[in-house]
Nanobody, 121 residues
Framework: QVQLVESRGGLVQPGGSLRLSCAAS????????MGWYRQAPGKERELVAT???????TYAQGVMGRFTVSFDNAKNTVYLQMNSLKPEDTAVYYC???????????????WGQGTQVTVSS
């Protein structure tokens, strides 16, 4: 089994910054990629940013230039640095990881429990 433990989100004023982290633990042979998705009330879950073990990143158009995703291979931990936050960034943020549990297994998707980020004055 694999567990993803996210840091706590919080309430931030518009223009402020917040850093999220997500640590993967358990039966891990290799991590292919990790990243962040978010879901606002009444909306579908959407990609925010992802990063492969090799360091290749993908960002949603609306966060490019404001958010930075990074990955610590040694700790199997992904970070999301969020700057210049806007009210429309308010959502539950979910960590995602694509992990192989053994050399013989195919990659499996795992999800964190989600953490609330609210941007409001």
């Amino acid at each position: 089994q694999v567990q993803l433990v996210e840091s706590r989100g919080g309430l931030v004023q518009p223009g402020g910054s917040l850093r999220l982290s997500c640590a993967a633990s358990g039966n891990i042979f290799s991590v292919n990629a990790m990243g962040w998705y978010r879901q606002a009330p009444g909306k579908e879950r959407e990609l925010v940013a992802t990063i492969t073990a090799g360091g290749r990143t993908t960002y949603a158009q609306g966060v490019m230039g404001r958010f930075t995703v990074s990955f610590d291979n040694a700790k199997n931990t992904v970070y999301l640095q969020m700057n210049s936050l806007k009210p429309e960034d308010t959502a539950v943020y979910y960590c995602n990881a694509e992990i192989r549990s053994s050399v013989w297994s195919s990659p499996t998707d795992y999800w964190g429990q989600g953490t609330q980020v609210t941007v409001s004055s």
